[in-house]
């Protein structure tokens, strides 16, 4: 079975501080994994991917993640908050032994002060 | 631009009253699913279909119900029996190997007045 943990529902960082969100995954086979945001009353968006290519992953607005076998991760990572990165992000994890469905951990929203 | 439309974005329903959320994607994927989305509970999977005429439950479809009669097309009844109604509504579209992500809609807001 697959399932996904995002540690930490809140995270609040200074404007221009390191962005850090936490994401570790459970899986018997090799995973697709995904981060996303959401803005409020909006749908998510798609920020990266992981698909077994290249472990460090860049993604959009300067974030990016890498994914680490040996400790089940894909961390969120971005190196200077910027107040319009305030939002949640969800993490999520697929592979083909779920006939590829998508499970989605609880989200962490981040929040941003100036 | 390809994308997925979700509409209404606000809805109001009266207890005892069905209603439905049409969701329409031109990304010609052929997977779509809905979810629902409450405060600190992330996304639940409602309904999923691959295919066009094929669906599947998720992990809370009691109370809905869903069609798939064009590829483009999916939309979402909520019916009398969801005791629960109120909560933000999602849609998704794929392309059917997972690895290429989820496109989403805007959302539906519910709310039961």
């Known amino acids: 079975a697959q399932s996904v943990t995002q540690l930490g529902s809140h995270v609040s960082v200074s404007e221009g501080a390191l962005v850090l969100l936490r994401c570790n995954y459970s899986?018997?086979?090799?995973?697709?994994l995904f981060w996303y945001v959401q803005y409020p009353n909006q749908g998510l968006q798609l920020l990266l991917k992981?698909?077994?290519?290249?472990?460090l992953v860049k993604g959009i607005n300067g974030f990016e993640a890498e994914f680490k076998k040996s400790e089940t991760s894909f961390h969120l990572t971005k190196p200077s908050a910027h107040m319009s990165d305030a939002a949640e992000y969800f993490c999520?994890?697929?592979?083909?032994?779920?006939?590829?469905?998508?499970?989605f951990g609880a989200g962490t929203r981040l929040f941003v002060k100036a | 631009d390809g994308g997925i439309t979700q509409s209404p974005k606000y809805l109001f329903r009266k207890e005892g009253q069905n209603v439905t959320l049409s969701c329409e994607q031109n990304?010609?994927?052929?997977?779509m699913y809905w979810y629902r989305q409450d405060p600190g509970q992330g996304l639940r999977l409602i309904y999923y279909?691959?295919?066009?005429?094929?669906?599947q439950k998720g992990d809370i479809a009691e109370g809905y119900s869903v069609s798939r009669e064009k590829k483009e097309s999916f939309p979402l009844t909520v019916t009398s029996a969801q005791k629960n109604p109120t909560a933000f509504y999602l849609c998704?579209?794929?392309?059917?190997?997972?690895?290429?992500?989820?496109?989403f809609g805007s959302g539906t807001r519910l709310t039961v007045v």
């Open positions: 998704a579209s794929s392309k059917v190997e997972g690895h290429y992500g989820y496109t």
């Open positions: 899986s018997s086979v090799p995973p697709y």
């Open positions: 992981y698909t077994s290519a290249a472990t």
């Open positions: 999520a994890v697929s592979s083909v032994v779920a006939g590829f469905k998508t499970i």
């Open positions: 990304l010609n994927h052929d997977a």
């Open positions: 279909s691959q295919i066009v005429n094929d669906f």
